[in-house]
């Protein structure tokens, strides 16, 4: 247990035993590492493998090739950079909004006082209890009904899908936002107030500067889960050009997947390289992110 | 939103809008948002999309009130993630409530009223309608034409989907009449003798004339106007039948008639309890739902133990502040978190492929034996855990390292006076101390999992196939993706109403732990804590 050791006075058996500890725990680490970074590896190794596929793959490829590559540059059969693009798109707009959104009504919850302020805030929670995959059918419904009058919000389309997610923005991350300006004093709204400004402008001027760092936290765990998100738009996107990254990849998978390995591997890799990147760059605010709203209390 | 007042209530409130012209702005701008949303509710009523329209108009309304009510106006602040949170979350959720309480799905896919106009176009041959004698002309591209005499000797002409015309010999094509009163010839038509007529395959099969009159051959002799079959009594909600007077009641959906003979197509209606009846009692599906909620409890509770227990042992062995290598080993560790789950789902699935997969293929050489990852029940739950456990012990692992540099230093260090090894430590201080802080997380974890649907979808689909199930259902399944199966896999006929019902269930399951975990972490006290 590491946490005792440090507190034991250094005498020599305890170092030498120190020494044993932390070498069987880097054994363990080096079991744990392979365990995590092996189906990686699998994805890294089998996207240069230049048979392409999943019976012939090595670890380590008998000679490497670019031909992975190469047909998704081509995008042959499949739009790949398309739906690179589109994922990118939606989840970033979609990202963008939701903290706009968000953002203005935790001010409204934050320094406003009216009736029903609590009901509200309560039920916006409860709400969100209702997973959208739930009401997936009745959404999709919707979009259908939709499509006939108004086709530019309906099925098949990215805006249809964005405005889906966005009716999820609202729930937990309006708590979080409260949650994290209810932080900043009100001494500094009053006496801007004092001096004529208008909430408007202490919403943007006084408290988004202050709040950036978590504002950009926040957005970026958004883009993240949006960029990840799978069904919704697997039952409202319908033609080929139209979908993510992940509905494309899915179903090109779905079919062939043992030809279609290599490619699909180039895919998956070239797909998950922007997220990873901003999480190993970015680990310990997202993580601060993920479990301070909900571990404080 | 009846009152609201601003910070301190010591100036007059600084928020409501100051210039005359913003206030015109938005008053114009509503107006023509308001003939925008009109237009479409008018389109949505008359494409029959009722529940809809309602919602739009509902939503409009609250709009115009929070825009135009000064007392409403903190409520402006949210008023677009209002709109969008109503739309697209809350008018889903009610109508997957209505659903539920219906028997929306395969054959009943259309309301009443539609079902009942398609029941009144079917029309049928009665035996004592209003008799023609009839000759046929035929074209050259193979249409039909009858020339057509009533009783009182009066003459029509009738074609395939034209209206059934008085004709005026000499007009429109039409030659001379012989002596029967029969034209010679029609333009574009040659006539068919008796023999011909009667001996031709598809006249008796031809629907003369338009919806409202409609005439078919009855006999060598004999044409006659068919007539609508049912007649809809809306008082007592009853078809019937105009040829036998057979009565089809409504009933549950169809109309149906006493011997148990129903008139298709059916309709939406109104079942009350029975989807969840069936949810609860059926025994055709009792066997393979209380498997999939066996196994779907499992599956959480196993996971986040599991999950947990990998997460909080990697946590401890490396709380340590001078262990080597540190920060490399915990980035390496987090990986499997930083690539999106649907990815990484398909490539374990390709590695755990039979004969192909990487995985199998290491077992074959070192024991001469794999584990039939999709074909045997067992070894399907196993594989899904183990990928839960891939995917998610790094979250475990950052919080619960998280939480252990939390916990003071002096508790050890009584511990340590007290003569405590470090096993005791960590049941007795460690373990307890982190349970409650990453308490919260661990229930937002389980109910994650227990609606982990992308991972039971698209590693498996479900599978492997429960043998002789009324619908769908595979050994993985957990109700979610059993949900999706009735809702949008069309291979056994699709039933939204039992889909809903089912939702409706999870929503009470999850709804019911989410309310234990807000009172834990006294998530509620909060709004009323600050300021």
Do not use: C
């Not at chain 2, 008085?166 to 012989?178: K, N, S």
């Not at chain 2, 390709?350 to 192909?356: A, D, H, I, S, T």
Request: aromatic share 12%; glycine share 8%.
């Amino acid at each position: 247990m590491s946490e005792m050791d440090k507190k034991q006075k250094p005498f020599k058996s305890q170092s030498a035993r120190r020494k044993i500890s932390i070498g069987v725990r880097l054994i363990v680490a080096f079991v744990l590492i392979i365990f995590s970074i092996f189906p990686i590896l699998w994805v890294i190794s089998a996207s240069f493998n230049p048979t392409g596929s999943l019976a012939t793959q090595t670890l380590i490829p008998a000679h490497l090739g670019f031909g992975n590559y190469q047909q998704l540059a081509a995008s042959g059969d499949f739009p790949f950079w398309r739906w690179f693009f589109n994922s990118i798109k939606i989840a970033g707009i979609t990202s963008v909004l939701s903290l706009t959104i968000t953002t203005v009504a935790a001010y409204a919850f934050s320094r406003f006082r009216f009736k029903g302020r609590k009901t509200m805030l309560r039920a916006i929670l409860l709400i969100q209890v209702f997973p959208t995959l739930l009401a997936l059918v009745a959404t999709f419904l919707m979009i259908s009904q939709i499509d006939d009058v108004i086709p530019f919000i309906g099925l098949n389309t990215h805006a249809g899908l964005i405005l889906v997610y966005l009716g999820g923005a609202m729930g937990l991350n309006i708590w979080l936002m409260k949650g994290y300006m209810d932080t900043v004093p009100r001494d500094i709204d009053e006496s801007a107030m004092v001096e004529g400004a208008t909430s408007w402008q202490i919403f943007t001027k006084l408290i988004l500067p202050l709040l950036r760092p978590i504002l950009i936290v926040i957005a970026i765990i958004n883009y993240i889960s949006t960029y990840g998100e799978f069904i919704l738009a697997r039952v409202l996107l319908k033609t080929s050009e139209q979908y993510t990254l992940m509905v494309g990849l899915q179903i090109f998978a779905g079919a062939q997947f043992d030809q279609r390995w290599g490619v699909f591997s180039a895919g998956a890799l070239i797909g998950a390289l922007p997220i990873m990147v901003i999480y190993l760059i970015l680990q310990d605010q997202i993580v601060g992110g993920l479990t301070q709203g909900a571990v404080k209390g | 939103m009846a009152s609201s007042t601003p910070l301190g209530n010591r100036k007059k409130p600084a928020f409501l809008p100051k210039t005359v012209s913003s206030q015109l702005i938005i008053i114009i701008l509503l107006l023509v948002g308001d003939a925008a949303v009109g237009w479409v509710i008018s389109q949505f009523v008359s494409l029959g999309y009722t529940p809809l329209a309602a919602a739009f108009f509902a939503i409009a309304l609250a709009v115009n009130i929070i825009l135009l009510v000064k007392k409403a106006y903190p409520l402006r602040w949210m008023v677009a993630g209002l709109v969008l949170m109503a739309l697209f979350t809350i008018y889903p959720i009610l109508f997957t409530v209505w659903v539920s309480f219906t028997n929306y799905g395969e054959g009943h896919l259309i309301t009443e009223e539609l079902a009942i106009q398609h029941i009144l176009e079917i029309k049928y041959l009665p035996e004592d309608s209003k008799a023609y004698s009839w000759t046929a002309f035929k074209s050259d591209s193979g249409d039909y034409a009858l020339w057509l005499i009533d009783a009182e000797g009066q003459p029509y002409l009738a074609t395939e989907g034209e209206l059934i015309a008085q004709p005026v010999p000499g007009q429109a094509g039409i030659g001379e009449l012989d002596a029967d009163g029969i034209p010679v010839t029609i333009e574009g038509y040659q006539r068919l003798n008796s023999i011909l007529a009667a001996t031709d395959p598809n006249l008796s099969n031809i629907l003369f004339g338009q919806e409202d009159k409609t005439i078919q051959v009855r006999s060598p002799q004999e044409a006659a106007e068919l007539v609508q079959k049912y007649v809809y009594d809306p008082e007592r909600d009853v078809m019937i039948d105009q040829e036998d007077g057979t009565v089809y009641s409504n009933l549950r959906g169809t109309f149906s008639s006493p011997t148990g003979e129903v008139l298709k197509p059916g309709f939406i209606a109104n079942i009350g309890l029975e989807n969840f009846k069936r949810f609860f009692v059926s025994p055709a599906l009792r066997g393979p739902l209380v498997r999939i909620i066996v196994w779907n409890f499992s599956f959480a509770g196993i996971s986040l133990v599991l999950n947990f227990a990998l997460g909080l042992l990697i946590a401890v062995l490396f709380n340590d502040p001078g262990f080597p290598l540190k920060k490399l080993i915990r980035s390496l560790l987090i990986v499997p978190y930083t690539v999106p789950a649907l990815l990484t789902i398909l490539v374990w699935r390709g590695m755990l492929n039979p004969e192909l997969g990487v995985i199998s293929r290491v077992l074959e050489n070192l024991i001469g034996w794999a584990p039939p990852w999709f074909t045997d029940q067992w070894w399907a739950k196993v594989a899904v855990i183990i990928i839960n456990l891939w995917l998610s012990y790094p979250y475990f692992m950052l919080i619960s390292s998280g939480a252990l540099q939390s916990i003071p230093d002096e508790y050890y260090d009584a511990a340590q006076v007290d003569g405590a090894n470090g096993w005791q430590k960590f049941w007795k201080i460690t373990f307890p101390l982190l349970l409650v802080a990453v308490g919260p997380l661990l229930i937002s974890s389980f109910v994650f999992n227990f609606n982990n649907f992308n991972l039971i979808y698209i590693f498996n689909g479900g599978g492997p196939p429960m043998a002789n199930t009324p619908t769908p259902a595979g050994h993985t399944d957990i109700l979610i993706s059993y949900v999706y199966n009735l809702a949008f896999s069309a291979s056994r006929g699709v039933d939204y109403g039992f889909a809903a019902a089912i939702t409706i269930v999870i929503f009470f399951i999850v709804g019911t732990i989410t309310l234990i975990q807000f009172n834990y972490t006294k998530m509620w006290e909060e709004v009323s804590e600050n300021v």
